[in-house]
């Protein structure tokens, strides 16, 4: 190898990032059609894994629950379908952990909670069994987090709202339970930040617009600034130290967005949902959240409709992916120097003085994080 070459490479990687930093940050705070769903569906799970996002189960037309999956490859914008799932599921509970899904309870089309455990292996296109729920749970919503799933809330096989926390070990592999969330709530959703799980929304009987945040490492709650909409089955997913839930339903279909920030507890508002949407499982992408099919009235009426949400920009973050850290820095110093000038955009010029210099710098030091 030529001396040199690693950094030619390097370049190049730098200027691709640069481009696509560039194409979102033209349109921040915006939604922006993808390619529909093969099948409409509202009431599903969906989870990233790499550069695919599955979507799994739900309630087809003639409210029927699927054993359907589809996998998104985010690059090509195209949907493909993988292993449908041993069982129809809705209203599941989906998280990615270790390269491969975990499907969790749900109802089969009749509203009764299940507990059985699915788990999906992308390496093989194979499902398997897991470990089933101490109890059953419908409606539910599961994170993963630092090797660990938790699952908050539903609804148990009798209908009833619940207050739980299961806790999933896959070493054990086990459930066990942690703390009781403060109020009891179903069509919830849920999102991590650092080390912190924040459950947000739902409803018992009328949506809540209770923000909890949850401290795995202590199992203690902590109540935090209340979503301005009360609203359940929202579009929710974190997005850097922010937190996304759009849409939603109860008492109607909402097609507003809200921005909570966890460092500040503050919420603001984000462009609404042009197809207001509730039941619809969002998920992270590098530099947006994707929002696939979903119900376009509150109660039943399925979609194809995907689109992603590309956040308001956050100073300092030139890469668009909702952080401001190394990727950032790296951005900076290969732009460093004059502007190019139009039509060539500068995004690396944060305090649009036509330069990326030192000034540049101390802003990404400034909102570094
Ligand atoms: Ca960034
Ligand atoms: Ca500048």
Known sequence: MKPGADVSCWRISITAALVIAQSALAQTNTW??????????????????????????????????????EAYDIEKDAWDFVAPMPQPRDHLAMVALDGKLYVIGGYAGDAIAKSEMFIF??????WSLGTALPSARGAAWAVAHEGKIYLFGGKNAAG????????????????????????????????????????????????????????????????MANMPTARSASATAAFGHRIIVAGGEVPQ???????????????????????????????????????????????????THTDIYIPPQILG????????????????????GPCPGPPTA??????????????????IIANWG
């Open 32 to 69: 922006i059609v993808r390619a529909p769903l093969n099948i409409a569906r509202q009431e599903t799970g969906a989870a990233r894994i790499d550069q695919i996002a599955y979507v799994a189960g739900g309630l087809v037309p003639g409210f029927q629950a699927t054993t359907t999956v």
């Open 121 to 126: 292996d992308p390496e093989s296109n194979r």
């Open 160 to 223: 009833v709202t619940q207050q739980t926390t299961f806790i999933f070990d896959p070493q054990g592999p086990s459930w066990s339970q942690g703390a009781n969330m403060p109020t009891a709530r179903e069509h919830l959703n849920a999102a991590v930040v650092g080390q912190f799980i924040y459950v947000i929304g739902g409803r018992n009987g009328p949506s809540s617009n209770a923000n909890h945040r949850y401290n795995p490492s202590d199992n203690s709650w902590t109540i």
């Open 253 to 303: 279909l909402f097609a507003v967005n809200e921005i909570y920030d966890t460092i500040d507890n503050t919420w603001s508002l984000g462009a609404p949902m042009p197809v207001p949407r509730h039941g619809v499982s969002a998920v992270s992408l590098d530099t947006s959240i994707l929002v696939p099919g979903g119900g376009i009235i509150q109660g039943f009426l399925p979609t």
């Open 317 to 336: 973050d030139i890469t668009g992916d909702g952080a401001v850290n190394i990727d950032d820095l790296l951005a900076l110093i290969s732009a460093w």
């Open 346 to 363: 500068c995004p690396a010029d944060l305090d649009d003085n036509n330069a990326v210099n030192v000034d540049d710098l101390l802003l």
